[in-house]
């Protein structure tokens, strides 16, 4: 996945303009969404205000780390996880820490109740 992609997906996952985004990073509109439509590249600083304010690692978004933190270097393969379980991961790490906890306990509940019902 390009840069790109990944910044306009960790936008539409908090559901925020690219206004409001180009603002937060004191940036012109125009700029962010050449960015997001691959006409530009952020610079070195613009990688680390981006991955800041997305609250991932400028690896991640140059594509050298997966989801989970690990380094990907070129023609490493790696267990890659579903487009559903993706967006899953990346709306999680978009949360507050507070609404983190809800999911982790909602998800171990809803488990422990699968798990008994087998």
Known sequence: ????????????????????????????????ANWEQGRSEPS????????????VTVDY?????????????SGQSTDQLKADEQKL?????????VAKRKIVDDAEFYAYEYQKSK
């Open 1 to 32: 996945m390009q840069i790109s992609e990944k910044i306009k997906e960790l936008r539409e996952i908090r559901n925020e303009s690219q206004n409001k985004v180009s603002l937060a990073l004191n940036i012109p509109r125009y700029t962010y």
């Open 44 to 55: 070195a600083n613009d990688l680390v205000k981006l991955a800041d304010y997305y609250d």
């Open 61 to 73: 978004l140059l594509g050298r780390e997966d989801d989970f933190g690990n380094v990907v270097s």
């Open 89 to 97: 991961l990346r709306a999680y790490r978009a949360m507050p820490d």
